[in-house]
């Protein structure tokens, strides 16, 4: 059984795994992930906001945010905060002006338009989904009135509108195999990656709250 006491409450911890997956595979590797984050919390329910947000019954266990597309999987999840996660696949398809206007506020746009390439899009559109997973709208928030930054692996203040129930960090991970990455909070803290069920370990005998079991990532 893992146990999460011994982890520090506001660090953030992400596991994310690459394969040659198609979506839906990818898909069931993260719901499996998800699956053994949960599985000490009693019981192991998984129930949903009214917008989708995925919780444990009784909010027990940490709070955690599932992503996957096209040959990544990922989990992120911290036992004191909200977080989001998100993994983009890019397919090297152009954005449509459509799709600039819907996704990115003005100012990101005039950023995107001085290197306008699929990969800063997707990598823009990463840290978009990561913050509204993390404040638990998902697209029922409109993309483009939130101020996300360009991609940089370092906390950022998210903004949109000084709703306090938009406010966030966010920050990029690379990955490589042509996948964006993007980690939120809801305040910066530590940033570990620590695979599922690998390195939480039980607690052994007269262990003291707040251990950690990572080292950080910087920034
Ligand atoms: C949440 C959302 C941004 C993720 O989109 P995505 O990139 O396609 O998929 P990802 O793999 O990154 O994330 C999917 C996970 O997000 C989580 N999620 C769904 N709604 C969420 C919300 N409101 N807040 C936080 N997380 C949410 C779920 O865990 C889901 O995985 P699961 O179904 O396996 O449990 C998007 O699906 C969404 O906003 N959905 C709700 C609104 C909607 O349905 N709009 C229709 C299209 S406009």
Request: proline share 9%.
């Amino acid at each position: 059984m893992m146990i999460f006491r011994q982890l520090n409450p506001t660090d953030i911890h992400f596991d994310v795994r690459c394969g040659d997956w198609d979506l839906n595979e990818a898909r069931r590797i993260s719901r499996r992930m998800q699956a053994e984050l949960v599985s000490p919390c009693s019981p192991p329910r998984i129930l949903r906001t009214a917008l989708g947000k995925p919780y444990a019954e009784g909010n027990h266990g940490p709070r955690w945010s599932c992503s996957a597309t096209t040959g990544a999987s990922g989990i992120a999840w911290s036992t004191g905060q909200q977080t989001g996660l998100d993994l983009e696949h890019d397919t090297g398809e152009m954005p449509t002006d459509t799709l600039l206007r819907d996704a990115l506020t003005s100012s990101e746009r005039i950023q995107w338009s001085l290197r306008p390439t699929s990969g800063l899009f997707i990598e823009i559109w990463a840290r978009k989904e990561a913050a509204l997973k993390c404040i638990g709208t998902g697209l029922h928030f409109p993309p483009n009135r939130l101020e996300v930054g360009m991609p940089a692996e370092r906390w950022h203040p998210v903004q949109a509108d000084r709703d306090p129930e938009t406010s966030c960090w966010v920050r990029s991970v690379r990955i490589g195999h042509n996948v964006a990455c993007a980690i939120a909070c809801r305040s910066p803290a530590p940033l570990r990656r620590t695979p599922v069920g690998d390195r939480i370990q039980p607690e052994p005998e007269g262990t003291s709250v707040g251990r950690t079991t990572s080292p950080p990532m910087s920034g």
